[in-house]
């Protein structure tokens, strides 16, 4: 997937794969203990600026930041599953 997120009026050119979370099931039909609920995952895998790819260099604060507004756009609706999901 590919998306656009400016910083500072910088925009930043984001590659990454995105994998929706599974809620948590107490019980199975058959009355077997069910699973616990796994997270959403996003996966960056390139970011450019000005057609440059500065992921390397991108700080963990940065980075981390967007992770999670990935996760949020993606909480309402904006991304699909990657295929194979």
Do not use: C
Not at 34 to 49: K, L, T
Request: proline share 9%; aromatic share 10%; glycine share 8%.
């Amino acid at each position: 997937m590919h998306d656009t997120i400016a910083i500072d009026d910088v925009e930043l050119e984001i590659q990454f794969s995105y994998t929706p979370g599974r809620p948590a099931v107490m019980y199975l039909p058959n009355g077997d203990p069910g699973y616990p609920a796994d997270p959403a995952e996003v996966d960056i895998e390139e970011i450019h600026v000005w057609g440059v790819d500065v992921t390397k260099s991108v700080p963990d604060r940065i980075y981390d930041y967007l992770k999670e507004r990935i996760l949020q756009q993606a909480e309402m609706g904006e991304y699909e599953p990657d295929e194979g999901y």
